[in-house]
C-alpha cells in the first residue's frame, strides 16, 4: 500500500505560479512512476504529468513549457511546478503512483491522493 498525500493548492491570478507536493508513505517509493492528474467540474480525469523511475517526463500539450514535475526519492515527495497559470488549469489536481502501464491513462495508476484544489482567476 502507498499513502499519497497532496498539498500546495489555492487561489491565484491569471499568469501566477503555484507548487503542489505529494507526499508518499508506505512502500518504497522508489518503485513507483508518478503521474498528476486533474479534473475541472463536469469533465472527465485528464492527464497532466508524469515522471518515470529514473526521472523522465512526459507533459499533457496543454502544460507542456508551463509546468514541471520532479521528484525527491530520498524525502518521498513528487512536485508539480505551475507557471504561467491559466482559468482552464482550474482544476482538482491528484498525484498518483503506479507500478506499470503507460504513464498517460488513469487506469495505470494503482494509488490516488485525495486531491487539491487549484483555482486560476481571470
Known amino acids: 500500500q502507498v499513502q499519497l498525500v497532496e498539498s500546495g493548492g489555492g487561489l491565484v491570478q491569471s499568469g501566477g505560479s503555484l507548487r503542489l507536493s505529494c507526499a508518499a508513505s508506505?512502500?518504497?517509493?522508489?518503485?513507483?512512476?508518478m503521474g498528476w492528474f486533474r479534473q475541472a467540474p463536469g469533465k472527465e480525469r485528464e492527464f497532466v504529468a508524469a515522471?518515470?523511475?529514473?526521472?523522465?517526463?512526459y507533459y499533457a500539450d496543454s502544460v507542456k513549457g508551463r509546468f514541471a514535475t520532479s521528484r525527491d526519492n530520498a524525502g518521498n515527495t513528487v512536485y508539480l511546478l505551475m507557471n504561467t497559470l491559466k482559468p482552464e488549469d482550474t482544476a482538482v489536481y491528484y498525484c498518483?503512483?503506479?507500478?506499470?502501464?503507460?504513464?498517460?491513462?488513469?487506469?495505470?495508476?494503482?494509488?490516488w491522493g485525495q486531491g487539491t484544489q487549484v483555482t486560476v482567476s481571470s
Open positions: 508506505g512502500r518504497a517509493f522508489n518503485n513507483y512512476a
Open positions: 498518483a503512483a503506479r507500478e506499470k502501464g503507460t504513464y498517460y491513462s488513469p487506469m495505470s495508476y494503482d494509488y
Open positions: 515522471i518515470n523511475w529514473v526521472g523522465a517526463t
